[in-house]
């Protein structure tokens, strides 16, 4: 090779920014039998770019449990309660579904009404008028992103972000259906009737990807993973979706994936027919399948399962059983869960444990990451059973009224300082638990069947059935079947009344006795609308508030379709005398009644205070009417008070502190303190208290309650020699460490980037550190042979003669898997016919060429642009029938040029 001194060395900068890659972040320590080895950092290569990554479900150890018609916060190192919601959110056997959101306040979706509240888990009250959706029963679900929760109503077929006070805003409509969702970041991706997978981030559709009708949705490693028909497993999050691998899993119902509720590293589901479990590793693509040993002659009813560390739960409503998987041992072993028969049951994973809890028993599981199991008690109450007690041979038949008992005064709620056994609400519904809690999934229904028929086939199926003629409909001819209430395909609980819309002459169904929710949406069934007129007569007792006692027309009356039925019903009802009791007793009552509370300190006149913080008088006052919803103020009594430690024992959530703070009739607040990584404790968990134990305090004071926070502060980690060292300072402030293998002129495992800056951030939030992920080398240009051929070394250029040219910093040619890597390769002439001089050679990215040997890898250069980095041609000279050739930044007198790529100078 011929140097032209023309072509020498001005260098000219070309620069754009460095692509950017995006990898699985590092998981916890553990791997599969079949794998080998433990994956602590995985490649961008590996993967794709452009992934997000989840926020990690943190937790204070605690959770949010079912329970009768309510729900009960549960210890989940004591196993017992320490707070409930007072007021009734469910009655008879209706199910609730609970979500921690967020902003921290807990959804509560009853499935049997559509209405979904909201708790402040300060004063376990609801917050805020409930979203109330009697039509879409079943259909509707509480998703919690990073910053926001989401409404998802499958009846509607829309995404809504839920504001500050509980109420949707406005609807994203997915016009092809939903038949899926999960939340991942601060984003939902739903699953569309015509198999395409769309992300939902705020109140905007962002974008939508194609997978094919079947399509389900999963949650692994912290990233949206959607299942085809035909079981391959694509992530999402991507630029383009990127194969995982294959699941093995059958289309359609035949297989359930795992549930975000408790997901982790693996794409997990269950194979219903087959009875076994399929876990699938998105890192490296293996695969493990376990049978689970059934008994003979069973009929499991498998459901979505959880994750946590090593280990798959499945649960089977059948049993009702849970499937304790070993991933690592290839075991599966059944675990009871506390219930009084089968059923179907909540299953979540949080503080490190997996709840499975059914909502009418008094207990439930509770399995810790070794796989041993104890039972929480939820403690007692009129609507939940103690299933360690021996059952009555026969049951009573729940559809058969009976009688309640008398209200008695409440208990007041114990603090979370000295726990006790929950007391139970004065006017508590008193609806005992089903005898069975047996799933269904609601048929569909052909074509031309008769609603006859579709009755007969639901009570076959254990289901009751409610018809309602519901007008014409096009197409269809008399008594067939419009459609179903819930609608086909929803899983409920048996005993539940579908209600089968047919055509025919519209009839105004019978709605006395129903609360008159459940009364509209009969109504609305029917094809008519619903009018509401509260009653000016108060009820006379809390049962039957809010419950229809006449209606306009009448039952089984003739009427047209889009008509008004109007229902009345008391809306209102006497207030009790609450004076005397202490502020966390009189508000269990108030928001049993429907109604919020508020308590005020103030000073009552003599001899009317027995205690600091007992109620002495009323707004409204005891016998006064008070309509639901409305406010109750109480006034309690004033004075001094010696603080208690509320502190210890730890550890305590600041907010069930305040709940043992406002049980005592005193103000609290709570203010966020130091970050809890390296404490040992949770964030959330209270550490500090003012005023101080001991202090005297006046009753009107604020107690100040400082937990831990969910934040930790980080440096810029640019320049770090290792990237084990940066990841490992990144997860000890309990942040994800995103590590992406890049290629920079630094040396090989040193960090050269970091996408977010230097500051404070909230646990789980991922830090993305680029690491330069090959050896860089210097490439110089000399004559070996001092006859103008010239060849690349990366030798140190004392070693070759004089002159020597520096061309600049790139990657040897040995170097695999280099992003947009330009392989150069070397071509040495190897006939006298060989244009150029006797023994000319050239560098080319060609991959062959006449009369010439041929040595491929011998550099790798980066792709043009590539930030910070220079273009590097062949060039080529004809003087008559010789041509000689150059290596060089620049093309100046050159008669042809080759872009070899891009080097660092």
């Known amino acids: 090779m011929s140097t032209d001194r023309s072509a020498g060395s001005p260098e000219s ?214 299942v085809t028909a035909d079981g391959l497993a694509y992530a999402l999050d991507g630029e383009q979706p990127r194969a995982l691998g294959d699941t093995g899993l059958p289309k359609g119902t035949g297989a359930v994936l795992g549930s975000w509720r408790g997901s982790g590293r693996y794409v997990v589901g269950v194979d219903r027919a ?37 280990r798959v739960y499945v649960p089977d409503y059948a049993g009702p059983t849970l499937w304790q998987v070993d991933l690592v041992a290839h075991t599966a072993k059944p675990l009871p869960v506390p219930a009084r028969g089968p059923g179907r049951f909540e299953l979540k994973v949080s503080g490190g444990r997996v709840w499975a809890n059914s909502q009418y028993a008094q207990r439930a599981l509770i399995v810790d990451g070794a796989g041993a199991t104890r039972t929480a008690d939820k403690g007692t109450g009129v609507d939940v059973l103690d299933t360690e007690k021996k059952l009555d041979p026969k049951p009573p038949d729940q559809s058969t009224p009976t009688e309640s008992p008398k209200p008695t005064k409440p208990a007041a709620r114990p603090s979370s300082a000295s726990p006790t056994k ?46 309602v003629a519901a007008g014409d409909a096009p197409g269809l001819g008399a008594d067939e079947v419009i459609g179903s209430t819930p609608a086909a395909g929803t899983r409920i609980p048996a005993k539940t009344v579908v209600l089968v819309r047919y055509v025919g002459p519209v009839e105004v ?119 639901a919803s409305s406010a109750v103020v109480l006034r309690v009594c004033g004075g001094q008070v010696t603080v208690p430690d509320w502190i210890d024992p730890k550890p305590q959530q600041a907010t069930d502190v305040c709940v043992a703070v406002r049980t005592q009739g005193l103000q609290c607040q709570v203010k966020e303190g130091t970050s809890a990584a390296g404490t040992g404790f949770q964030p959330g968990v209270a550490y500090d208290q003012a005023p101080k134990p001991g202090t005297q305090m006046a009753i009107t004071a604020v107690v100040t309650i400082t937990h831990y926070s969910d934040k930790s502060t980080i440096p810029d980690f640019t320049g770090t020699p290792d990237i084990d060292t940066a990841c490992a300072r990144i997860q000890d402030a309990n942040l994800t460490c995103v590590a992406l293998r890049g290629p920079a002129p630094v040396a090989e495992r040193q960090v050269f980037a970091q996408d977010q800056p230097a500051g404070t951030y909230k646990f789980g939030t991922p830090i993305t550190v680029h690491y330069s992920g090959w050896k860089p080398v210097v490439y110089s240009l000399y004559s070996a042979d001092g006859k103008k051929t010239w060849q690349l070394t990366t030798d140190d250029p004392a070693t070759k003669p004089a002159p020597v040219y520096r061309v600049g910093i790139a990657f040897p040619g040995w170097a695999t898997d280099v992003p947009g890597a330009q392989r150069i390769n070397r071509f040495t002439c190897n006939k006298a016919s060989c244009t150029g001089v006797p023994g000319n050679l050239f560098y080319s990215r060609i991959g062959a060429w006449d009369n010439y040997n041929f040595s491929n890898d011998e550099a790798v250069f980066m792709p043009c642009p590539t930030s910070g980095t220079k ?35």
Request: glycine share 12%; charged share 20%.
């Open 422 to 467: 929950p007391a139970t609400v004065a006017g508590a519904p008193t609806a005992q638990p089903p005898p069975e809690q047996t799933t269904v999934v609601v048929p569909s229904f052909a074509r031309g069947t008769k609603y006859t028929d579709a009755c007969a086939q639901l009570s076959r199926l254990g289901l009751r059935c409610e018809s």
């Open 13 to 226: 900068a070309i620069g754009q920014g460095l692509r950017k890659l995006r990898s699985w972040p590092r998981g916890r320590a553990g791997h599969l039998a079949l794998m080998g080895v433990l994956v602590l950092c995985v490649l961008a290569a590996s993967i794709g770019v452009g992934y997000s990554v989840a926020r990690p479900e943190l937790s204070d150890g605690s959770e949010y449990l079912a329970k009768g018609h309510g729900v009960a916060h549960v210890n989940g190192e004591t196993g017992r309660t320490d707070a409930e919601v007072a007021r009734a959110l469910a009655t008879g056997s209706q199910q609730l579904e609970s979500v921690r959101m967020p902003d921290g306040r807990v959804a509560v979706v009853n499935n049997d009404t559509g209405e979904v509240s909201f708790i402040d888990p300060a004063t376990m009250a609801p917050t805020g008028e409930p979203v109330s959706r009697p039509a879409s029963k079943a259909q509707i679900e509480t998703l919690p992103g990073q910053t926001r929760g989401y409404l998802v109503d499958r009846e509607r077929d829309t995404v809504e972000v839920i504001d500050s006070t509980g109420q949707p805003g406005k609807p994203v409509a997915v016009t092809e259906g939903i038949e899926g969702a999960v939340p991942v970041g601060d984003s939902i991706w739903v699953v569309t009737g015509k198999g395409e997978v769309a992300q939902i981030t705020g109140g905007v559709r962002t974008r939508s990807v194609p997978l094919g009708v079947g399509a389900r949705i999963t949650v692994a490693d912290g990233h949206p993973v959607a």
């Open 871 to 905: 273009p590097i041609y062949r060039l080529w000279k004809d003087a008559g029938a010789v041509r000689s050739y150059s290596v060089s930044s620049e093309v100046g007198g050159a008669t042809g040029s080759e872009q070899l790529g891009c080097v660092w100078p």
């Open 509 to 627: 169904p019978d709605l006395v006795g129903l609360d008159a929710e459940s009364a509209c949406t009969r109504v609305t069934a029917a094809g008519m609308d619903c009018a509401k007129q509260p009653d000016s007569t108060p009820a006379t007792t809390q049962e039957s508030l809010l419950k229809v006692t006449s209606q306009q027309p009448g039952a089984r009356q003739k009427a047209d379709k889009g008509s008004t039925v109007t229902v009345r019903f008391p809306d209102s009802i006497a207030l009790p005398a609450l004076t005397g009791r202490s502020q966390g007793e009189a508000c269990q009552v108030v928001q049993a009644l429907h109604m919020t509370c508020t308590a005020q300190p103030g000073t009552p006149p003599a001899g009317q205070c027995p205690a600091a913080g007992a109620v002495f008088d009323q707004t409204p006052a005891a016998g006064a009417v008070g309509r």
């Open 274 to 310: 087959k009875a076994r479990v399929v876990a699938l590793d998105p890192r490296t693509g293996t695969r493990v399948d376990i049978g689970l040993p059934l008994p003979s002659n069973t009929h499991p009813q498998f459901d979505a399962p959880v994750l946590l560390d090593e």
